[in-house]
């Protein structure tokens, strides 16, 4: 604590800051606290991890929603570009509510953004401009991805009787990954645009 004297008496500064802290990590990534959630140690343990490998892509899949909401061009621009930010939207509160899973099962969500890129499944796109639908194609094979980890993580949850993280997976990651993989296909549908 920052000490000011003044005459004979010595004062703690409460209110100033303790800058340049560092200290030792207190639970390290990929292990598991005990938390009376009575679900069993094993099914945690795998939870974790399932839903972490989930969380690092679902990172990059909604990166990727940001760079090609920037990136569109176009006739179909303005539709597109909004489009896409609402599913960065949508993504980014599902990243949310992943991490926040991995820590009621005790263990530790992947977040550094280093740590995501080392991690994830998914391909790492060019740096510059694509065209439209190769974009949109690689935001489809992103959630397909996903929704394969998705689809083997619920089966893999209920066989462990972990509903918390069965219902989250479902109700929310599931459903809304089908969604946005539906109003994106159907923008690579090939109708003409001015004549049938």
Known sequence: MPIQKTSNITKVDHSQPLLHQ???????????RNLPIALNPSARRESCALVNQILADTVILYHLY???????????FYQLHL???KHASEQIELIDALGERVQ???????????HVAEVTKIQRPPNGVEDVPVMLSRL??????IIEELRAAIDKTAANQDSGT??????????MNETQ???????????????S
Do not use: C
């Not at 940001?66 to 179909?76: A, S, V």
């Open 166 to 175: 069965n219902d989250l997976l479902v109700s929310q990651a599931l459903r």
């Open 22 to 32: 560092h200290g030792d990590e207190i639970q390290q990534y990929g292990t598991l």
């Open 66 to 76: 940001k760079k090609h909401h920037w990136l569109m061009r176009g006739h179909t």
């Open 104 to 114: 009621t099962l005790g263990g530790v969500a992947i977040a550094d953004p280093r």
């Open 140 to 145: 489809l094979e992103a959630h397909e991805l």
């Open 83 to 85: 489009l896409l930010d």
């Open 181 to 195: 993989v539906w109003f994106l296909a159907e923008h690579l549908v090939d109708t003409p645009l001015v004549h």
